[in-house]
């Protein structure tokens, strides 16, 4: 199944993946590339349509490659779900020494309606993050 969401700024789209998820993101930069890959991931499995945020969890990430702070926040997203039961419903991520800051603006999953099978885990198979002359991209997969 295919969904494509784009803005201004960045988009983001499902592709097609034998048993698993993977999506792909845009940005005009490497923030507005990670936020729009973690509202791709969400989307994938719920319906976000007027969803308000409830809460905000502000975390920390550590890596010293984009591809790994990619890897890292989504883990936080699948965190976040199987701990908590909540998703982001909005990001804002800014750089720090040696990583980034993420604002992530909750709510509970079981709120809104399901439209796909929940993420598992991030994979590392084909994993991509870099710049080029149209912005920043993306793509992960992740299990479900």
């Known amino acids: 199944m295919r969904r494509e969401s784009s803005g201004p700024r960045g988009g983001h789209r499902g592709v097609p993946h034998t048993a698993d998820l993977r999506v792909e993101a845009w940005g005009e930069t490497r923030e507005e590339c990670l936020a729009q890959a973690v509202r791709g991931v969400c989307e994938s499995f719920l319906d976000l349509t007027g969803a308000a945020a409830a ?8 890596a010293e490659r984009d591809e790994d ?25 800014t750089p ?49």
């Open 96 to 144: 720090v020494a040696g990583g980034l800051r993420a604002e992530l603006r909750m709510t509970d999953a079981g709120s809104l309606p399901v439209t796909g099978a929940a993420p598992k885990a991030v994979t590392l198979h084909e994993l991509y993050f870099g710049r080029g002359p149209q912005g920043w991209t993306c793509s992960v997969t992740l299990d479900v």
């Open 55 to 62: 809460r905000s969890r502000d975390v920390v990430l550590r």
């Open 69 to 93: 702070l990619l890897v890292a926040l989504l883990e936080e997203v699948v965190y976040r779900l199987d701990t908590e039961g909540e998703v982001p419903v909005g990001v804002e991520l």
